[in-house]
């Protein structure tokens, strides 16, 4: 599919990622960072992989998935593709060895079990640590007091590369706020892992408060992709 292509079957889609990038551009200036310490993960799921491949024609490289057979089935067909497949999503412990057969980097590194479970993939596979902002442990991702256990046992892990913490804002506070703590939090993992500098974080309604909080990976969907069809 060539880019006249994508922009025919895609309306819109070429206009939305300048867009975002723009976005991202103007918020690295306001604060005073280098745009080309940002990588733009466009989010993906529910979409076909049609979508990714002209995607993949307008340049993207790094894609998100959060629902594991969905995330196998899009990165079998589109194999040829020289893609960077994120996984975002909870995982479950018995489908992490699975998703470390197509994921360059698994961003919901939450438990000990899920380590463990990782601990035999044959290749280096990079991980974010995966930090709750909230204090309902219904959501995803491990409580700040778990943060110094986990970074030991992924750093003790010879698989595993730690590249640094991944959150989600809570829509009930300001996302300024919440990032905030999570740089804090990027600051306890850094102390016992000095090279594990990224921040995953920043969607589309709040990548700006992201960056502006050190946000390293950014996870972007319906701005660029547009409304998600009905979940299958």
Known sequence: MSVTEAS?????????????????????RAAGRDV?????IVVTKFHPASLVEALAELGVRDVG??????????SAQLAGLDLNWHYIGQLQTKKARQAAQYAAAIHSID?????????SVDRALDVFLQINLTDDPGRGGAAPSEIEPLTE?????????LRGVMAVAPLEEPAA???????????????????????????????????AAGATHLRIGSAITGNRPDAR
């Open 8 to 28: 025919a079957a895609y309306e819109g889609l070429a206009d939305r990622l300048h867009a975002v990038q723009d976005g991202i551009a103007d918020a690295c």
């Open 36 to 40: 080309s310490e940002t990588t733009l």
């Open 65 to 74: 998935e959060n629902r594991h057979q969905e995330a196998r089935e899009k």
């Open 111 to 119: 438990r000990a079990q899920l380590v463990d479970a990782l601990a």
């Open 153 to 161: 046992q992924i750093l003790g892990t010879e698989s595993l590369v």
């Open 177 to 211: 706020q919440a990032f905030e703590r999570l740089a804090g939090y990027s600051d306890r993992v850094r102390t016992l892992a000095p090279a594990a500098t990224a921040i995953s974080a920043g969607m589309t309604h709040d990548y700006a408060e992201a960056i």
